[in-house]
């Protein structure tokens, strides 16, 4: 091999650990991209909750063991461990997110064996997303799970209690129907201190506008729904709840007054936008068909 061909091999071999290096440095960025505009909840010190998603992720330590025979065997015992100690973790998650204003997943599992018997099995299967070996012989595993489907079915109630538009609501004269129209409802619940729950509630001061007993089921758990298992999704961003498939591009946006219920997860509106939904079958079918988004403040 003559000098020339020697120092293009040279070049080429260099390259390769650059851009391996670039790859790695660019993952983390394009992942904090992708969550732009989504609305994540700490819910254990483990584990937090996607509410824009529907995922939940937790992290597991698992420390060296003093009885190994090897350092292999030692290595393999402690992934062993962190997978354990995830898998724990994101059950604890689990547990912990907010059904409604009242309850938790925790208090079902607490009351029912068929729910207890689901979730446990739920975080049984989760998704492996991170797992790394730390410098002092401890390794870390990152695991998730979509929580939507099977979880919601087992809390949320079985089909819709009410099912046409509140009565005094339809005495009003109905008001002007808009030039474009709505595609979908976005209650901008930013600066009310509002936390999220897998069942929240839009209320006015004497009417429950939507909530679990509102929507269709087939809305939720049919075969053509995307996302299963939801009757809403947070957005942290404006723009970004606008893409969502729900809504598409022109929501009917109304402003929450306040945040109400014993965990602030239901939403009080003015009975003149209460009005704007209710008198309206187009825009009341929104509610059937668990159309609502919600906007929040990032945590």
């Known amino acids: 091999m003559n000098e020339r061909k020697l120092t293009r091999l040279l070049k080429r071999r260099a390259w390769v650990p650059l851009c391996l290096a670039l790859v790695c440095l660019s993952t983390p960025v394009l992942a904090a991209s992708d969550l732009v505009g989504q609305f994540t909840e700490q819910v254990t010190p483990n584990g937090y909750m996607n509410w824009t998603t529907g995922v939940a992720t937790a992290t597991g330590l698992g420390v060296p063991p003093r009885n190994a025979v090897s350092a292999m065997q030692s290595k393999e015992m402690t992934r062993a461990a962190a997978w354990s100690v995830a898998l724990r ?3 604890e998650v689990v547990k912990g997110i907010q059904v409604d204003s009242r309850t938790t997943v925790q208090n079902y599992v607490t009351t029912s064996t068929e729910v207890q018997t689901r979730v446990e099995g739920l975080v049984q299967n989760p998704k492996l ?3 790394r070996e730390l410098p002092t012989g401890e390794f870390e595993t990152t695991v998730q799970i979509k929580l ?8 949320l109630p079985n089909g819709p209690k009410i099912i046409s538009p509140i009565k005094r609501f339809q005495q009003v004269p109905p008001p002007a129907k808009p030039k474009i129209p709505y595609t979908g409802l976005m ?3 930013r600066g009310t201190g509002v936390r999220a729950a897998l069942a929240p509630r ?3 001061q004497e009417d429950e506008i939507y909530g679990p007993d509102r929507v269709e089921k087939s809305s939720i758990f049919g ?3 995307e996302e299963p298992g939801r009757i809403a999704w947070y957005f942290t961003e404006e723009g970004k709840a606008r893409e969502h498939y729900k809504v598409t591009s022109n929501p009917l946006i109304i402003k929450a007054i306040r945040a109400t219920g014993e965990n602030k997860t239901d939403l009080v509106i003015d009975e003149k936008k209460a009005e704007l939904i209710e008198a309206l079958p187009e825009h009341h079918a929104f509610l059937t ?3 609502v988004l919600i906007l929040v403040d990032p945590e």
């Open 89 to 91: 973790n994101l059950l």
């Open 202 to 204: 839009i209320v006015t």
């Open 187 to 189: 209650i901008d619940a």
């Open 129 to 131: 997303v991170g797992e």
């Open 289 to 291: 068909q668990a159309k």
């Open 223 to 225: 075969p053509s729904v």
């Open 148 to 155: 939507a489907g099977q979880l919601s079915e087992s809390v």
